[in-house]
Nanobody
Framework: QVKLVESGGGSVQAGGSLRLSCAVPGYTATWGSMGWFRQAPGKEREGVAVISPSTGFTFYADSVQGRFTISREYGKTILSLQMNSLKPEDTAMYYC???????????????????WGQGTQVTVSS
């Protein structure tokens, strides 16, 4: 059973920063794709940022480009999402997800990720 555990969510004012972390089983280099998704109330879950180390692929949603940075800690089993210049529309439950398959192009979809964390809430007030 693969278990992903997110941490780092919380409440922040607009313009602030948060850093999310996800404990990933095994070394991050062994996974095909690792990423962050989010789901706001009444909306579908959407891909925020994804990396595929073996292909060098990195994806950012247009809405977070330039503000969010996804990274993995070499030698450790942590996937991070640094979120800067947060906006109220970033408010959502954020989920860490992984899959054995690597991405090389396109946008991530939830169906392509087999393993999910329980989520961590991010709330941005204006």
């Amino acid at each position: 059973q693969v278990k992903l555990v997110e941490s780092g969510g919380g409440s922040v004012q607009a313009g602030g920063s948060l850093r999310l972390s996800c404990a990933v089983p095994g070394y991050t280099a062994t996974w095909g794709s690792m990423g962050w998704f989010r789901q706001a109330p009444g909306k579908e879950r959407e891909g925020v940022a994804v990396i595929s180390p073996s292909t060098g692929f990195t994806f950012y949603a247009d809405s977070v480009q330039g503000r969010f940075t996804i990274s993995r800690e070499y030698g450790k089993t942590i996937l991070s999402l640094q979120m800067n210049s947060l906006k109220p529309e970033d408010t959502a439950m954020y989920y860490c997800a992984t899959d054995w398959r690597a991405m090389s192009r396109g946008s991530p979809v939830t169906a392509d990720f087999r393993y999910w964390g329980q989520g961590t809430q991010v709330t941005v007030s204006s």
